[in-house]
């Protein structure tokens, strides 16, 4: 089943407590890319990639490291987390990262991460 | 103001009425304009995406683009309260032919009541 997986669901952590979220998708993308979702804030870019080794800062990447050495994969890094990092996070990814518009190829989001910061 | 802009709602429509979201956008050369749909504690999912100016219909959805008024719009005909959810419009900004420049607006909540 194609897919874009991220792991964990759920998770609470501390104040300084270095975590990474993992995304992977099996459908072969170009694009992946990390969004945070806050209540009246909407869906907030923090990271994104092209491709592999190539990343570049979404609208919030305050906080937050990427890695993108394989195609698969596109974790996502809190070197210190701090309570206003807590929120729900979607991964996403597309067959491609570029395109005229009548090439657009729709984002597949993964199911989520809710990370609370204490 | 905000990049992409949306009325967060609710909106409550009777069953069968139409639904009518809307979204404006602040870059003018913005290319290519997207709706997805997120019903709570899932993520989101792409209904529709229109480039050109004017009307694009796909099944109960009509999605409506006005580049002059820099304004996107949804369309729900026959609403059913299964379309009970957060509508998400999302922008391709100017120099985004990729989606690294894709901004979200803050969603419509959307309810249909029986």
């Known amino acids: 089943e194609a897919q874009v997986t991220q792991n964990p669901r759920y998770l609470i952590t501390v104040t300084g407590k270095k975590l990474t979220v993992t995304c992977s998708q099996n459908m072969n993308h170009e694009y992946m890319s990390w969004y945070r979702q806050d209540p009246g804030l909407g869906l907030r870019q923090i990271y994104y990639?092209?491709?592999?080794?190539?990343?570049d800062k979404g609208d919030v990447p305050e906080g937050y490291k990427v890695s993108r050495k394989e195609k698969r994969n596109f974790p996502l890094i809190l070197e210190s987390p701090s309570p206003n990092q807590t929120s729900l996070y979607f991964c996403?990814?597309?067959?491609?990262?570029?395109?005229?518009?009548?090439?657009?190829?729709?984002?597949?989001f993964g199911n989520g991460t809710r990370l609370t910061v204490t | 103001q905000k990049e992409v802009e949306q009325n967060s709602g609710p909106l409550s429509v009777p069953e069968g009425a139409i639904a009518s979201l809307n979204c404006t956008y602040s870059d003018q050369g913005s290319q290519s304009f997207f709706w997805y749909r997120q019903y709570s504690g899932k993520s989101p999912e792409l209904i529709m995406f229109?480039?050109?100016?004017g009307d694009k219909e796909d099944g109960r959805f009509t999605a409506q683009l006005n580049k002059a008024s820099q304004y996107v719009s949804l369309l729900i005909r026959d609403s059913q309260p299964s379309d009970s959810a957060t509508y998400l419009c999302a922008v391709k900004r100017a120099g985004g032919t990729s989606y690294g420049k894709l901004t979200f607006g803050q969603g419509t909540i959307l309810t249909v009541h029986p």
């Open positions: 229109i480039y050109s100016n």
């Open positions: 990639s092209m491709n592999v080794e190539v990343t």
């Open positions: 996403a990814s597309s067959l491609r990262g570029q395109g005229l518009p009548k090439r657009d190829s729709p984002l597949h």
